[in-house]
């Protein structure tokens, strides 16, 4: 009797779908992946964004086979609408996450195979500003865009954001200066990947201060100084103002003495 009333819920059959799915997920996931690595192995910067990318894979595909369960199984379920929300926030989400291991990975694999400890490394600093630079714009557009499709499925979130796109008044002029920094340096970033005005351990003399080029994040340079201390500037700086860099044309470091 128990057996009959629950073959006769509602749920059973999505839910024995849902059992199985999940496991058969898994078994793609494991033999995709490795088939992927000894496929790329030629490859290194493919082979390392498969090898970081497989965590994230290990949810996204899982939650793939889900969501199909749940979009084919009938709209009359109670609570079916609630779960396929659910599980498309948590898919968006995974595949943002994997979107950004594939991106990084890839970015490892291109710097491990120029290392930059050589002597003329101006090749090697070239690749490695050029892929941090591009690697994190495309980091903070990929998160962007995960952002963005979470909020489009809420219904609230698209009137919200219907409306503000289509109002002019203060609130509009206030967001736009707002985020005028952010998109300055966003496109800062993709013309110093692009023309490399500065790159990785270059020699620079920037607001009076002798330095090295130790960092280049999505928003800002780090210099280190010859003191050791640290100038932080803005990757607009670089775009906006004039600077000297010794180590543009190559690597050997050359100046005037005076005595």
């Known amino acids: 009797m128990n057996l009959q009333m629950l073959t006769s819920h509602p749920w059973f059959g999505t ?9 058969l997920a898994l078994v793609v996931y494991r033999i995709g992946g490795l088939l992927l690595l000894r496929v790329t192995r030629p490859a290194p910067a493919l082979h390392a964004m498969v090898g970081k ?3 994230a894979a290990r949810w996204v595909l899982p939650l793939v086979a889900l969501q199909m369960v749940w979009q084919a199984a009938p709209d009359e379920l109670h ?3 609630s779960v396929r929300h659910l599980n498309g926030l948590l898919l968006i989400a995974t595949a943002t996450w994997l979107a950004i291991r594939c991106i990084s990975g890839f970015t490892d694999g291109i710097l491990a195979k120029h290392p930059p400890d050589v002597e003329d490394n ?14 994190r714009t495309a980091i903070t557009m990929v998160l962007v865009a995960g952002a963005s499709l979470i909020l ?13 796109l289509a109002s002019a008044g203060v609130i509009g002029i206030v967001a736009g200066l707002a985020a005028k920094p952010v998109f300055s340096n966003l496109i800062a970033g993709l013309q110093i990947a692009l023309a490399q005005p ?8 920037a607001e009076g201060e002798w330095g090295k080029v130790e960092e280049i994040t999505g928003t800002f340079v780090v210099m280190r100084l010859w003191d050791e201390r640290r100038l932080i500037l803005p990757l607009s700086y670089f775009i906006e103002k ?18």
């Open 79 to 81: 609570w079916i609408g």
């Open 242 to 259: 004039p600077f000297q860099n010794w180590t543009r044309q190559s690597a050997q470091l050359l100046g005037s003495a005076f005595l």
């Open 198 to 205: 500065i790159r990785i351990d270059d020699v620079l003399i």
């Open 122 to 135: 101006l090749q090697a600093r070239r690749i490695h500003t050029q892929a941090r630079v591009l690697a």
């Open 53 to 55: 990318s497989r965590s």
């Open 152 to 164: 489009m499925t809420f219904p609230g979130a698209r009137q919200v954001g219907a409306s503000l």
């Open 15 to 23: 839910g024995i779908a849902a059992l199985v799915a999940v496991p």
